[in-house]
């Protein structure tokens, strides 16, 4: 007898993900089923909480800077956020945990990446999915200005590619006690591939707006290094050719694909890390999802058939202006 479709679909997930099992743990809500909803609902829908917090500016040993958001909620329990592409302080998955870690007794910390926090960086360079140099600053930083380094780490998309592949590359000696990461494009090539199609086009798109605009306003201040017109670029791997790979030293995009995709990074991580990722994320395709033999044993993975890229709305959690991986990413820490 011929199999139903459903069942077709399920086993063909499971022979994509070698193994890695589905968790059961998350439903999406019935009227943000579709990957595209999940996605956007929150964006614009998510209601921003109320935070106090403390900006402060660091200084960089090459001579640039990088802002920080502290909570002012004291506690031993310094939990580091890092944010997607082009992302911010307003962004609703970063109101969403910097909230929730508060609730939860932790003392969170924002670093935005260099020119995101609404002013221009100081040098051509930027920042990209594979710069764990910044990182490993602030978390230095973090260890002067507190007496302790970070509890933990939290990075969602670009966030979480750089926060894995600093896990994977600093292995055993990682200061860290715990991490998570949500929505990680494991493979860099996958994501500007999988970002040509159908409706994820108009994710390309609003993101390309975005820094090809910060590039016009930096290099009103400064010089650029580069000849390129950036507005012509119209594809994620033309501009990580034309401009992240040569602004950071790369012979040019696939290069910087090859050296900075956090999957290679995964087998050496000895940090207990949660990691969060749905195989519906239309930034993604489904074979981007790492198999079971490339996990490190310190690796929990949370996969879910349904959730877009960030979002993991349950009915419960739309309802109530939160998230699905907001709660997860608390319970892992809380243990």
């Known amino acids: 007898m011929r199999p139903s479709r459903v069942w077709f679909n399920k086993f063909r997930k499971l022979l994509l993900t070698k193994s890695l099992r589905i968790t ?30 403390k900006d402060e500016q660091v200084e ?12 002012k909620n004291l506690s031993d329990k310094t939990v580091l956020i890092l944010h997607g592409l082009e992302g911010d302080i307003n962004s609703h998955y ?15 910390v924002l670093m935005h990446f260099r020119g995101c926090s ?17 990182l490993a600053f602030i978390v230095e930083h973090i260890k002067k200005v507190t007496g302790n380094y970070p509890y933990a780490a939290v990075g969602f998309s670009l966030g979480g590619n750089v926060l894995l ?25 996958d994501a500007a591939e999988r970002l040509e199609r159908g409706l994820s086009k108009i994710y390309r798109d609003h993101l390309l707006v ?19 017109d950036v507005n012509q670029l119209k594809s994620f791997r033309d501009y990580d050719d034309r401009v992240t790979a040569p602004l950071h030293g790369f012979s ?23 990691i969060i ?14 198999t079971q033999d490339e996990l490190s044993n310190s690796i929990d993975f949370l996969l879910t058939a349904h959730g877009g890229h960030v979002g993991f709305l349950s009915a419960s959690t739309a309802l109530n202006n939160g998230s699905w991986s907001e709660d997860k990413i608390t319970e892992f820490l809380k243990k």
């Not at 975005?210 to 290099?219: D, G, I, M, V």
């Not at 956090?262 to 949660?274: A, D, E, G, H």
């Open 24 to 53: 059961p743990d998350f439903k999406p809500a019935w009227w943000l089923r579709s990957p595209h909803l999940q996605t956007l609902w929150p964006v614009f829908f998510k209601k921003r909480h109320r935070l106090d917090l």
């Open 60 to 71: 960089l040993d090459d001579g640039d800077f990088i802002d920080l958001c502290w909570s």
């Open 94 to 108: 970063i109101n969403g945990i910097l909230y929730r870690l508060e609730q939860s007794g932790c003392r969170p």
């Open 118 to 134: 609404g002013r221009i960086n100081r040098l051509p360079r930027a920042y990209h999915s594979g710069e764990t140099g910044d």
């Open 165 to 189: 592949k600093w896990l994977g590359e600093t292995g055993a000696n990682n200061p860290l006690k715990k991490a998570a990461a949500v929505s990680v494009p494991f493979r860099l090539q």
């Open 210 to 228: 975005s820094l090809r605009k910060t590039y016009h306003e930096k290099f009103k201040k400064i010089k650029s290094p580069l000849d390129v």
């Open 252 to 274: 040019g995009a696939q290069d910087y694909y090859d050296k900075c995709s956090s999957r290679q990074f995964l087998k050496n991580i000895s940090v207990p890390t949660r």
């Open 277 to 290: 990722h749905s195989l519906d994320d239309p930034f993604m395709f489904e074979s981007t999802v790492p």
